[in-house]
């Protein structure tokens, strides 16, 4: 609701959202990668989500550096060897970023059951705040809007 001089106030789910946005503003590097994948031999109208996790999960067993955080207070990293990735969805309050845990152990099936329910939480507001927490890599989209590139804020 708009307040003082046009100013609307922030209120639980998006005043969490923005304070996280602007702390990783701060301390998480932006980086941008554009490139192309031949996808023509996957099947049509199929939900490419596990196989984008699967792919992730085979990165990081082949370059266990990618699956890191970097402290720039210390100048360290801490390398991970389970892997868990957030998947950003959006909702009518804002966006959340459950994650998937142990995505190299799982099988496609409870990688597309985990990733329905979590979505599903997110959507009806009862994600818990460990389900939001520990990722090291997060998958989002343009979803409808479309285009061919972005830069996401962490």
């Avoid at 023509?40 to 082949?62: E, K, N, P």
């Avoid at 389970?82 to 959340?96: E, K, S, Y």
Wanted: proline share 3%; net charge neutral.
């Amino acid at each position: 609701m708009p307040g003082m001089n046009g100013w609307e106030v922030l209120r639980s789910l998006r005043r969490a959202m923005a304070q996280s946005m602007s702390l990783a503003r701060d301390s998480v590097m932006e980086c941008t990668v554009f490139d192309d994948a031949d996808i023509d031999g996957w099947r049509q109208g199929g939900d490419y989500t596990v196989r984008l996790l699967r792919a992730i999960a085979a990165g990081c067993r082949a370059e266990p550096g990618l699956n890191a955080w970097f402290d720039g207070t210390t100048q360290g990293r801490r390398i991970f060897h389970h892997i868990q990735v957030g998947i950003a969805v959006d909702t009518p309050q804002g966006l959340v970023v459950p994650v998937i845990r142990d995505v190299d152990r799982k099988t496609v099936w409870e990688l597309a059951a985990e990733a329905r329910e979590l979505a599903d939480k997110a959507r009806n507001r009862k994600l818990k705040l460990a389900e939001m927490q520990g990722a090291c890599f997060t998958i989002s989209s343009l979803g409808n809007i479309g285009g061919e590139g972005f830069t996401p804020i962490v």
